[in-house]
């Protein structure tokens, strides 16, 4: 559903797989799910949604703001959301219910959101892993692809994928975390884990957006990013940094080092460059990490981030 994080995982999720996404709270973990069930549902593969925290009038106002209509989803016979508060969880009679509505609808994706809330539920820690693998496992024998949301409670710095070692029954691992970058918080993505499969080992900044997640560039400049707290690279300014810039790179970086921020407008004023010249700087440069932009008033600002 998200054609970047398709070439990503080169060329998407295999069929029959599991795949956990984990991110600390509000990183787009049960968006990204959502991408997922709704895409297979447009190619004719019927979905199920299952959800401890997102109630299905909410999940639905969620999804009706990026021009996704569960409802109408849902009488087409393409989708069926359960929700079951996680205090009332009985994890044997819930993996049978699953297990059963998905014979139903004859489900070929599923969103299991969250493994937290499993957990939560589940005081027996030896219980809750043994339920996770029989039902992931279950989904797989039905030829469901599966995708399971799991919160990574710390924002910033070391982290843990899961609690209990869970994280060994995906096959996969997608990896969302904040970061700190100039003074700012952003997103950023990074596919820890596909089994038996290549895929991109690069962490690029995402960003959601009206239309859900957009994935974005490279962050090459940084080093510590998974920390959420990036340093820039030394080696990587001493070998691949100004050395090879272009002078015209040179100094717009200068310019840029000595202001808080700036419009290419202005830049090309203290430069004698050309707005269109400067433009295809300042994309190098962006997708180096030496350069990080935001917009105002219908205005992209430029600044530098060493």
């Not at 409670?153 to 970058?181: A, C, K, M, T, W």
């Not at 001493?238 to 310019?255: H, T, V, W």
């Not at 962006?286 to 600002?301: A, D, L, R, S």
Request: proline share 3%; hydrophobic share 40%.
């Amino acid at each position: 559903g998200i054609p970047e994080l398709d070439r990503m995982l080169d060329g998407g999720l295999q069929h029959s797989t599991a795949t956990m996404v984990a991110g600390g709270a509000g990183t787009g973990k049960t968006l990204m799910g959502l991408h997922f069930i709704v895409a297979g549902i447009l190619k004719g593969e019927p979905g199920v949604i299952v959800t401890f925290q997102e109630n299905p009038q909410q999940l639905k106002a969620i999804a009706m703001s990026l021009g996704w209509d569960l409802e109408a989803m849902e009488n087409q016979g393409m989708l069926v959301h359960m929700y079951d508060s996680p205090v009332e969880l009985q994890p044997d009679i819930h993996a049978a219910k699953v297990k059963a509505v998905v014979d139903r609808v004859k489900a070929r994706r599923i969103m299991l959101d969250s493994l937290k809330d499993i957990e939560i539920a589940t005081p027996n820690k030896v219980r809750y892993k043994d339920y996770i693998y029989s039902l992931v496992n279950q989904l797989k024998l039905q030829g469901v692809t599966t995708i399971v949301t799991n919160e990574i409670g710390e924002l910033f710095g070391p982290f843990q994928l899961s609690e209990h070692g869970v994280s060994f029954v995906v096959d996969n691992v997608i990896l969302l975390r904040y970061v700190e970058l100039s003074g700012r918080i952003g997103r950023a993505i990074n596919i820890m884990k596909v089994r038996g499969a290549p895929h991109s080992k690069e962490i690029r900044f995402f960003e959601i957006t009206s239309g859900g997640i957009s994935i974005n560039e490279v962050i090459e400049a940084q080093t510590g990013v998974l920390t959420g707290m990036p340093v820039f690279n030394n080696n990587y300014l001493n070998d691949n940094g100004f050395k090879e810039l272009l002078n015209q790179s040179r100094n717009i970086m200068e310019i840029l080092k000595g202001v808080e921020e700036m419009d290419v407008n202005e830049l090309a004023n203290r430069t004698g460059f050309s707005p269109q010249d400067l433009l295809h700087e300042l994309e190098n440069l962006k997708q180096q990490g030496m350069v990080i932009t935001w917009e105002h008033q219908n205005t992209t600002y430029y600044k530098a981030t060493i």
